[in-house]
């Protein structure tokens, strides 16, 4: 979460409260306007309360006209039943809820068996709030794992940890938090992620574990898992060094299973030690969910879990929050039990259909270039064609959000940092209609672009952000 510093001056303008907000009478509901900035001297009635903080969200954005997001906008309303109802469940209190308990080992065991453990009975894994969570705890136990055959060396040496430049951010906030060196492959040239033989280059006595990307939220292309587990064969009849490989597949975790099962880069392959998703992105589920599966119990350390006793009962437990509610896990079951495998498999491709269908209109237009086309994640990103010269991706986006569209700009980093690219997300609820909506509304504005004398946005930083 971002972090935020409280108000620096006064309230100026506190709430301005419409006498009707009152519980019967005008008059009589009427009350001091309440602070913003500290809590109020006296309570509010409830519908007073409800109404200011309903006027103010009426501003936020339209999540579901929201391309910079992989994060779920749309469940069925028989899925937010079952959140309500779990709502004050403390998901770590298993001894009290154990209905709720059991419905995540179920899912643990169905991911274990989606992402072909050797022996999905083995297979060790638990909820998170989200993949960044997941990412963090498959980290320390690479780190732990690494720490303990190199105990006549550790602490004395720093371990270091191989992946790509495009990595989410969670992996180099896991590399500051645990004092790991971030080793990054950067891009280049056509080259958005990772190349396996020079993340196998990088790798040496010191390295805990290289991180792979099924689906890059810079492009949302996948990156060759299989091609760098072998190089890291390769390295180990060199050299010996055994180096385990971490699969994020926050979101194409719950895409490649379905519609790219001839695509090997999960426990099939003996390399991969640990894999990550998020629940809540392709798997479908409200925020904030993930889940961190490990191919075996040996995978993860055991004096990294802990066993509490709490409200009444010993209770194995591994993750860096402690209380939290269980609704999203519930609604997780939920929508495994809701859909099974045809019904994710015909989700998904419905919204790589869209995102393959909209890259293409997109290209049609003729003043933008394709990086990717939606099909490895539903994802796409795009730039100006060469000869624009008029606008640039940042007017673009700048002029779609006037239209309620939140459709991303963004620089990619080092070494291509003079590639400034749009990009966007289609997920489900993002439907065919809407992409018409999507392409009708960026039709309609290119003849202005294009009339510009040059690109208009100053302050690009201010205009959009890169949203993962």
Known sequence: ????????????????????????????????APPKHRLPDGPLPPTTALQLVHDELMLDGNSRLNLATFVTTWMEPQAGVLMAECRDKNMIDKD?????????????????????????????????TGSSEACM?????????????????????????VMG????????????????????????GDRFHLDPEAAAALCDENTIGVVG??????????????????????LQERTGLDIPVHVDGASGAMIAPFLDEDLVWDFRLPRVSSINTSGHKYGLVYPGVGW?????ADELPEELVFRVNYLGGDMPTFALNFSRPGAQVVAQYYTFLRLGREGY???????????????????????????????ELPVFAFTTAPEVKAFDVFDVSRRMREKGWLLPAYTFPENREDLSVLRVVCRNGFSSDLADLFIEDLTRLLPELRRQPHPLTHDKEAETSFHH
């Not at 919204?351 to 293409?360: I, M, P």
């Open 213 to 234: 990307i099924l689906g890059s939220t810079f492009d949302g292309s996948y990156e060759p898992i299989e091609e760098l587990c072998a190089a890291l064969d390769r």
């Open 292 to 296: 961190a599966l490990w191919r075996t």
């Open 96 to 128: 009290e809820y154990p209905r709720t308990a059991e419905l995540e080992r179920r899912c643990v065991s169905m991911l274990a068996d989606l992402w072909n453990a050797p022996d999905p009975s083995a297979a060790v894994g638990c909820s998170t």
């Open 345 to 375: 498999r015909a989700v998904q491709q419905t919204t790589r259909d869209v995102a393959r269908a909209l890259a293409e209109r997109v290209d049609c237009l003729g003043d933008f270039r394709l990086l990717t086309r939606g099909d």
């Open 1 to 32: 979460m971002p972090l935020h510093q409280g108000q620096q001056q006064p309230d100026a303008h506190p709430h301005s409260v419409n006498p009707f907000y009152g519980e019967a009478n005008p008059v009589s509901g009427m009350v001091e």
């Open 137 to 161: 705890l498959a980290g320390m136990a690479l780190k732990r794992r690494w720490a303990l055959r190199n105990a006549d060396r550790y602490p004395s040496v720093r371990p270091n940890l």
């Open 165 to 188: 430049v495009n990595v989410q951010v969670c992996w180099e906030k896991f590399c500051n938090f645990w004092e790991v060196e971030a080793r990054q492959i950067p891009m280049e």
